[in-house]
């Protein structure tokens, strides 16, 4: 794992927004059993309906305000380890071609690409998901 801190600690300010969207997602989505115990009890059984356009009004502007801050969060999440993943990929090559030829002679060059390519692949899956499910159980 020491070599992946190298990577992320480098865009660890790139991480900045995307854990704010989702603490205020996460905050949205535990508001929502509230706004939910306000429309039963004081809208449907009790008798004020006049409340029913604002609490309309202000779940849809929850939900709006959720959506969008739920898709900056899973864009720059993915963006931030698109990134990483690519300077690992760069290192990767650089490393490839400083080997010597006899190296390529006794290896197969498909299937070490495809091996990078697919070692890679798993690095970006595990930072993209593994790091946002670590950050969100962390947070709640």
């Known amino acids: 794992m020491g070599i992946f801190k190298d990577y992320i600690s480098k865009r660890m300010i790139f991480l ?3 854990i704010l969207a989702m603490i205020i997602v996460l905050g949205i989505d535990s508001f929502f059993p509230y706004l939910q115990k306000i429309f039963v009890d004081d809208i449907l059984l009790g008798s ?11 779940f849809l502007g929850l939900s709006l305000l ?5 898709y900056i969060k899973e864009f720059l999440f993915d963006k931030f380890s698109l990134n ?25 060059t498909g299937e070490l690409m495809s091996r990078i390519g697919e070692d890679v692949d798993i690095v ?3 930072i993209s998901y593994g790091l946002r499910l670590l950050i969100e159980g962390i947070i709640l």
Do not use: A, H, Y
């Open 48 to 58: 004020d309906k006049s409340k029913l356009g604002l609490f309309f009004g202000v």
């Open 16 to 18: 900045i927004v995307p």
């Open 66 to 70: 959720r959506g969008i801050l739920g």
């Open 84 to 108: 990483v993943s690519k300077e690992i990929r760069m290192d990767l090559f650089k490393k490839i071609q400083s080997f010597e030829f006899s190296f390529f002679d006794s290896t197969n």
């Open 124 to 126: 970006w899956e595990t």
